[in-house]
Nanobody, 114 residues
């Protein structure tokens, strides 16, 4: 199983970005999908996750600004980020849980700066 993330980049404060992460390989079905992030010299933290049925969870820092969604037919998870702040700067990692095993994507850098 491989996860390929895309969509990171440089954005000004208040701007928006959409991250995508597509899973490929021997997949029957994916349970939870989600996004973590890791800022310099900080621990990796959960940003948002979504179950196969569509139930969502957001970290407090993401509530009201980020929206997670998934397309089960495409084995893809998305993170729409709005009103971005400098403190959102981090490497964002997607993850998927498949048959109780956790898989990680390679990370995509999001930089929020003027």
């Amino acid at each position: 199983v491989q996860l390929q993330a895309s969509g990171g980049g440089l954005v000004q404060p208040g701007g928006s970005l959409r991250l995508s992460c597509a899973a490929s390989g021997s997949i029957f079905s994916i349970d939870d999908m989600g996004w973590f992030r890791q800022a310099p010299e900080k621990q990796r933290e959960l940003v948002a996750r979504v179950s196969r049925g569509g139930s969502t969870y957001y970290a407090d820092s993401a509530k009201g600004r980020f929206t997670i969604s998934r397309d089960n037919a495409k084995n893809t998870v998305y993170l729409q980020m709005s009103n971005l702040k400098p403190e959102d700067t981090a490497v964002y990692f997607c993850m998927s849980v498949i048959r109780s095993r956790l898989y990680w994507g390679q990370g995509t850098l999001v930089t929020v700066s003027s």
